[in-house]
């Protein structure tokens, strides 16, 4: 069986997330987005989040919550493990039903920032292109929305 972790309890979790450097995780287990799960409200062995399209897995995936947890998930969802214990319990739950690929992470530190390197794409940039900063007009347009629901959910 498994149980929602209200927005109160979430933090609690941070231990058995603190190996995965995500801003949704993050986010989720500060009460702000998304949802957690977990196999016991008590002392939880085993945690999922979903926040968007994205679920993350922490914690014992031999445990016995581990397969509910697993098998909680909605259709067409990025599932974003850091062990290969995770990868390949996954591939057992959803044998068949699921595809893998290589995905990269955002650097969060301005000094991994190649400024002169970005100088020089703008500079190549067509006349027909505009650079403009991202705001709430851009965001909520449709057309941004679809183009990257990562980003927008």
């Known amino acids: 069986m498994i149980y929602e972790v209200d927005i109160h309890s979430r933090k609690k979790l941070l231990p058995m997330f603190k190996n995965m ?11 702000h987005m998304g949802t957690a799960w977990v196999d016991n409200l008590e002392n939880p ?6 926040v968007g399209i994205f679920v993350f897995y ?11 947890l697993l098998c ?4 067409n969802i990025l599932a974003i493990v850091n062990t290969e214990e995770w990868k390949k319990r996954i591939e057992t739950i959803h ?6 690929f290589q995905r990269y992470a955002f650097k969060k ?21 505009e650079l ?22």
């Open 45 to 50: 062995t085993v945690a999922q989040i979903i």
């Open 132 to 153: 403009k900063k991202i705001d709430a007009s851009i965001a909520y347009e449709s057309s941004f929305q679809q183009l990257s629901e990562d980003f927008t959910s």
């Open 72 to 75: 909680n998930i909605p259709e």
């Open 21 to 31: 450097n995500h801003t949704m995780i993050l986010s989720c287990l500060q009460g």
């Open 58 to 68: 922490a914690g014992d995936p031999n445990a016995m919550g581990a397969e509910d």
């Open 109 to 129: 530190n301005d000094k991994d920032l190649n400024r002169d390197y970005l100088v020089s794409l703008l500079a190549n940039l067509p006349e027909v292109y």
């Open 95 to 100: 044998e068949g039903r699921s595809d893998k």
